[in-house]
Each structure stands twice: as C-alpha cells, then as structure tokens.
Nanobody, 114 residues
C-alpha cells in the first residue's frame, strides 16, 4: 500500500514563497506525481505534475511562479511556490501513481493573506 504525505503548507503574505514536499512510501515503482488544489465549493484542479523521467505539465495560472521537481531516489515531489497570490489559497493535495493507481495524501493548507 502506497502512502502519500504532504508537508510545507502554511500562512504567507502576498508575494511570498513556500515549498511544498510530498513523500510517497510503500512502492519502488512510483510513476507520475503531482499536485492538485481545492477551495471550498470547488472541484479539485490540477496545478502541476511530473513524470518519473522529469517531464512536467504546469498549468497556465501558476506557470512562471510555481516549479515542480522530484527526487526519484527519495520518492519525493516538490512544489516551489513563488510570488504567491491570495487566489492561490487552497488545500494542496499530492498524488503518486503506482501500478496504474493514483494514491492521494490528506492535503496541506496554503493560505496567502496579509
């Protein structure tokens, strides 16, 4: 069973930065990993994802501000968030794909407010 645990969320002022981390354990064959976010009353939306080979897909609304990266040896994916805006406030969820199944973490809250 794959377990996914996020960390690194918190409260930050507009224009600030955060680095989210996500560790996937329990599998030696993690494929795609990525980040979604969700606000109350809205569907979960893709933020960025990265393949095992390092190919990335970053959504336009965070492109140029957020960077996704991963360390395969550690089964960890990172989301560097710069120039944060109030509209980036959300619960950020990490997923890890193994054997064709997506495993999800519990989420980490990011709040951008002055």
């Amino acid at each position: 069973q794959v377990q996914v645990v996020e960390s690194g969320g918190g409260l930050v002022q507009p224009g600030g930065s955060l680095r989210l981390s996500c560790l996937a354990s329990g599998s030696s064959s993690i494929q795609d990993m990525g980040w979604y976010r969700q606000t109350p009353g809205n569907q979960r939306e893709l933020v960025a994802e990265i393949s095992r080979r390092g190919n990335t897909n970053v959504r336009d609304y965070v492109k140029g501000r957020f960077t996704i990266s991963r360390d395969n040896a550690k089964n960890t994916v990172y989301l560097q968030q710069n120039s944060l805006k109030p509209e980036d406030t959300a619960v950020y969820y990490c997923y890890a794909n193994s054997g064709g199944v997506d495993y999800w973490g519990q989420g980490t809250q990011v709040t951008v407010s002055s």
